[in-house]
């Protein structure tokens, strides 16, 4: 398995552009019914904007964004937003019930196979009774391509049994349609191309750790020809999100975080 290091994405603009087709698509910034004092953590916050947009649209909110970098200062802050270096895959440096709401999005290439259970105890650790953790990823599996089919294929399903087994009831599970080219509008333009970086910044290096250099030319050839042709296709790839809350009625001690 690739480290993590291979995972982190300093490209803020591609970031940035993510984020406003993901929130497009999903049509809002999430899914789970929070309230609007939520106490709030973005677990691989990235550009950090998700957090500032959330922070700033629920201002009785507190939102606490990790990286394992920290994201570009942001003018005009809000001040119920901060953000902290850490590595998500470790103990989270926070109590227990510290959080309301739990945002993952588009982590899961950061967290090893074998230690998705862990993460997840991890986040049910610090999330309060009553709080909801919300999981966005895709399975980088592309449809309708002339050229995709070597693509590593991620399978999302694996989520959804490791959630079970961290023991997250009332897992809801929606799956998203996100196009890719211009054939769907703006949307699909700034997809294909989120995709094609993503695609050569991400699962090119982390290629290059199993296949031989005339395999990895073959792979860059299948990138650009999949990106080329997607418009034609009608190409799209699909996100899948996970909701679940934790039981209301578990006991707790201490809850909260101050900041
Ligand atoms: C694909 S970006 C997603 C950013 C943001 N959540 C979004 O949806 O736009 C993944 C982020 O995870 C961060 N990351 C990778 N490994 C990490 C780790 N072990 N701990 C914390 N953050 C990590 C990367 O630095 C990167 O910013």
Known sequence: MPPTSFFINNNND??????????????????APISSDARI?????????????????????????IDIINPPPYPNQPSNCLFTVCDATKRFPF????????????????VHRGKW????????????????IEIHATD????????????????????????NDAGYTQIQRQV?????????GPVGSVLRDCCKIRLNNLLVPVAR????????????????EMVEEANDMRSYYHSYTYVAQIPEDEAVEGIGITF
């Open 14 to 31: 591609s970031q940035k552009a993510l984020h406003l087709a993901h929130v497009a698509v999903i049509g809002g910034l999430h899914l």
């Open 41 to 65: 953590l973005d677990v691989g916050t990235g550009s950090g904007i998700w957090s500032i947009e959330m922070a700033r649209s629920m201002p009785n909110s507190k939102v606490v964004g």
């Open 95 to 110: 109590p227990d019930h510290a959080f309301s709401f739990i945002h993952v999005c588009y982590f899961s290439l950061a």
């Open 117 to 132: 259970k862990k993460f997840l105890e991890e986040c049910r650790r610090i999330t309060c009774p009553g709080g909801w």
């Open 140 to 163: 980088y599996q592309y449809h309708r391509t002339g050229g995709s089919g070597r693509m590593v294929n991620w399978n999302s399903q694996m989520l959804l049994g490791k959630m």
């Open 176 to 184: 998203y349609t996100h196009p890719l080219g211009s054939w769907s």
């Open 209 to 224: 750790f199993f296949l031989s250099p005339d395999r990895i030319i073959e792979l860059e050839n299948c990138i650009t």
